[in-house]
Each structure stands twice: as structure tokens, then as C-alpha cells.
Nanobody, 125 residues
Framework: QVQLIESGGGLVQAGGSLRLSCAVS????????MGWFRQAPGKEREFVAA????????YYADSVKGRFTISRDNAKKTVYLQMNSLKPEDTAVYYC??????????????????WGPGTQVTVSS
């Protein structure tokens, strides 16, 4: 059984930084694509960023481009989301997700097979 465990969330002031981590365990392979999504209260889950394990191709939502950086460590089977210049509107529960079947970077939550429990990020103004 696959387990995705996020860490690194917390409370930060606007303009600050946080780094989220997502460790993949329970499978011999780490999958094809890892994504980060977020969900604020009363809103739908939205795409933040994604990275392919092989080759490292990345893709970002326009709202975070230039502020957030997604990266991966193949040996540790861990994906990171470095978040800089945080804004109050970045406040949400952040989820990592893994695609083990399609291999195509997608902004749709339906393209991902497994999800972590989420980690809260709160940005104060």
C-alpha cells in the first residue's frame, strides 16, 4: 500500500517562506508524476505544481509561478515544494499526490492515484 506523508506546513507571515516535503513509501517505484494541490475552506481543490520523476519536468499554476519551486530527490523518493513570498491567499491545506499509471503531467486531481493526508499552511497578513 502506498503512503504519501507530507510535512513542513505551519504558520508564517506574509512574505515569508516554507518548504513542504512529501515522502513516498510502500512501493518499489515512486511513480511517474508527483503533484501538489491545495484546498482552502469552502473552495475546490486546486493544482499548485507537478514534477516528473524521470527528467524532472515541472509545471506550475499561474498563481504560484515565480514564487514556488517543486523539486524531487529520486534516491529519497521525496518531493519538495519551496514556497517563497507567501501571501494570505496561499493559506490552505496542501496535499501531495502521486500518479502511478498515466505518466502525464496534469492539473486535474482525477489524474492522480494516491494522496497524502495534507498539511496546513497558514499565511498571516
Amino acid at each position: 500500500q502506498v503512503q504519501l506523508i507530507e510535512s513542513g506546513g505551519g504558520l508564517v507571515q506574509a512574505g515569508g517562506s516554507l518548504r513542504l516535503s512529501c515522502a513516498v513509501s510502500g512501493r518499489t517505484s515512486s511513480g511517474y508524476v508527483m503533484g501538489w494541490f491545495r484546498q482552502a475552506p469552502g473552495k475546490e481543490r486546486e493544482f499548485v505544481a507537478a514534477v516528473r520523476w524521470s527528467g524532472g519536468m515541472t509545471y506550475y499554476a499561474d498563481s504560484v509561478k515565480g514564487r514556488f519551486t517543486i523539486s524531487r530527490d529520486n534516491a529519497k523518493k521525496t518531493v519538495y515544494l519551496q514556497m517563497n513570498s507567501l501571501k494570505p491567499e496561499d493559506t490552505a491545506v496542501y496535499y501531495c499526490a502521486a500518479d502511478f499509471t498515466r505518466g502525464i503531467i496534469s492539473k486535474s486531481p482525477r489524474a492522480y492515484d494516491d494522496w497524502g493526508p495534507g498539511t496546513q499552511v497558514t499565511v498571516s497578513s
